[in-house]
C-alpha cells in the first residue's frame, strides 16, 4: 500500500555513507521516508560512498557536498534525523559562538548537526545517533569529556536523550560490533513528555524504547549513577571530570540525560532468541573467487601477522630501538561464533593482522572474505556495494553499522509513536527476542 504524506515519518541521513540507517528503518516500516540525505568524504575526489546510495536510492533529496557549506534552509522539515558521525574530537575551546575554536576537524561535524537542530524552525521530534563506545571514554585527559558536551549541548536545545552502548552480537547478529547508539527526544514530543512520568532507571532497564528493543539487566555490580551537567559548553570543555585526569569516566553503558540531570549505570545483554554465526553467512561451495583464496606461498607471512611478537624493533623516523609485544590472533578466524568486528581495512589480498580468514568449508583451504559476506556481516542486502573495487568496498563496510540494530529501533520507535499500535500490542504477550 502506499503511504500517503501524512502517514510518512519524515527522516534526515547526515554522514549517511552507503545507507545503513535508511535499509535499517525502511525494513521497520514503508512509514519512514527520507526527504534529505548528505553524504561527503573530505579529501578525495571520488565520492564512492556517495555514488553508491544514489544507485541504490536515487538522487532525489541528496546531497554530496561538505554538510557545513549546506545551508539549514536547504534542508527539508523532518520527524526524525539519523547519523553515525565522525568521532574525533568534540570540545569546544572558547564558546560556541567561535565556531574556529572547536578542535578537532572532523569534530566539528558534530556541531554541523547542533548547526541544524539550533536553527531549525520546526525541529526534528526525535534523533537516532551512532557512534563508536569509546566516545564515553573521550578523551584519555578528561575521560567522557566529549560525551558530556554532546549531551549538554541537545539537553539545552530541548531533548532528552537516552543512550545504550549495544554488541550486535549479543543479540543474535553475526558480527560483534560494539556500539553507542543514542535517541534523543525533543520535548514537544509525546515520548518526551511519557518519558517525565516514568522513573528515569524504569526508563533505562525497561520501559525505554532502546531497553525493549535490546532487552537487559543491571550487571552485578548494580551502581547506578547520577550527577548534573553544569556550567555552559565551555565550561564543561574545560573542565569536566579533569581533576580525575587518571579517572574512569562518569558515564556507564546505559543512560539518561533530562533537563541536564544524568541517571547512569551498566547493564547486560539478555537475548533469548537465536545467535547467527560467522558460518550461517558465508558462501557455499563454487561461489567464491579465485583470488579469494591464500596462496600456499603466502601461508607464512599470514602466519607470521596472526602469531604472537616478542621481538626487536628499530623506528624509522627516530632510529630508536625497542622490544615489541603482541598477542595472537585467531587464525583462521571460528566459523561457529559471530565474526570479529570489520575495519575500513579489510580488503586486499596483502598479509595482514586484523584481515579475517576463514577456512573453506567446501575444500578446507584459508581464504578472505568476500565484499558480499561482509556486507552480510552488517546485514546489508546482497551486493549493495556492488560498482566499486572489491577494495573500496569493504572499506565502506568497515565504516558502517549493523543495520539490524537501526531496524529494530526503528519498530519501537513507531510503535511508541502510535498510542493505537502500542495498546495493541500491550494486550499481546511480548515477543520473546
Known amino acids: 500500500m502506499k503511504r500517503t504524506t501524512s502517514d510518512r515519518i519524515r527522516v534526515a541521513e547526515l554522514f549517511a555513507g552507503v545507507g545503513g540507517f535508511r535499509i535499517g528503518l525502511e525494513r521497520a516500516s514503508d ?67 567561535q565556531a574556529h575554536g572547536l578542535e578537532g576537524k572532523k569534530g566539528v561535524l558534530w556541531w554541523q548537526i547542533h548547526r541544524i ?10 534523533l537516532l545517533l551512532e557512534n563508536v563506545d569509546r566516545l564515553l571514554k573521550s578523551p584519555a585527559a578528561q575521560r567522557g569529556r566529549d560525551f558530556a558536551v554532546m549531551l549538554a549541548s541537545l539537553s539545552d536545545l530541548g531533548y532528552t536523550v537516552e543512550w545504550r552502548v549495544i554488541n550486535a552480537a549479543d543479540y543474535g547478529m553475526p558480527q560483534r560490533r560494539r ?14 513528555r511519557s518519558i517525565a512520568s516514568v522513573d528515569p532507571m524504569e526508563w533505562i532497564l525497561s520501559e525505554g524504547l532502546l531497553a525493549r528493543a535490546f532487552p537487559a539487566t543491571p550487571k ?46 551498566d547493564v547486560e545483554a539478555r537475548h533469548q532468541g537465536p545467535f547467527l554465526t560467522l558460518g550461517d553467512i558465508i558462501l557455499k561451495n563454487g561461489q567464491v573467487p579465485r583470488e579469494f583464496f591464500i596462496p600456499r606461498e603466502q601461508l607464512a607471512k599470514w602466519k607470521y601477522q596472526k602469531g604472537a611478537k616478542n621481538e626487536q624493533r628499530k623506528s624509522r623516523a627516530s632510529g630508536l630501538v625497542y ?111
Request: glycine share 8%; proline share 7%.
Open 220 to 265: 552485578r555490580t548494580f551502581d547506578p549513577a547520577a550527577f548534573e551537567l553544569s556550567g555552559d559548553l565551555a565550561a564543561i570543555s574545560a573542565r569536566f571530570n579533569k581533576a580525575k585526569r587518571a579517572g574512569a569516566s562518569p558515564f556507564c553503558n546505559a543512560g539518561i540525560v533530562i533537563d541536564r540531570q544524568v541517571r547512569t549505570l
Open 31 to 97: 512509514r519512514f521516508h527520507v526527504v534529505f540525505s548528505n553524504q561527503w568524504e573530505p579529501g578525495t575526489k571520488r565520492q564512492h560512498a556517495s555514488d553508491i546510495y544514489v544507485r541504490r536510492f536515487g538522487a532525489e533529496g541528496h546531497v554530496n557536498a561538505d554538510l557545513s557549506q549546506v545551508p539549514t534552509r536547504g534542508i527539508p522539515d523532518h520527524d526524525l534525523l539519523v547519523g553515525g558521525f565522525p568521532c574525533q574530537d568534540y570540545s569546544v575551546a572558547k564558546t560556541l559562538n
Open 117 to 126: 537542530l539550533k536553527e531549525k524552525r520546526n525541529k526534528p521530534a526525535y
Open 323 to 433: 622490544r615489541y609485544n603482541e598477542g595472537p590472533m585467531a587464525f583462521p578466524d571460528p566459523l561457529d561464533r559471530p565474526s570479529r568486528t570489520i575495519i575500513t581495512a579489510e580488503g586486499g589480498a596483502s598479509p595482514s593482522r586484523f584481515k579475517h580468514v576463514i577456512r573453506h568449508p567446501g575444500n578446507g583451504r584459508l581464504r578472505r572474505l568476500t565484499p558480499l559476506e561482509l556486507e552480510r556481516l552488517n546485514m546489508f542486502p546482497d551486493g549493495h556495494t556492488v560498482g566499486v573495487s572489491d577494495d573500496r568496498r569493504a572499506f565502506m563496510m568497515g565504516n558502517a553499522l549493523v543495520t539490524g540494530i537501526v531496524e529494530r529501533i526503528g519498530h519501537e520507535l513507531l510503535e511508541a509513536m502510535e498510542p493505537r499500535v502500542r495498546m495493541a500490542a500491550s494486550r499481546k504477550p511480548r515477543a520473546r527476542r
Open 179 to 192: 556500539r553507542v547508539f543514542f535517541l534523543g527526544y525533543h520535548r514537544s514530543s509525546p515520548l518526551a
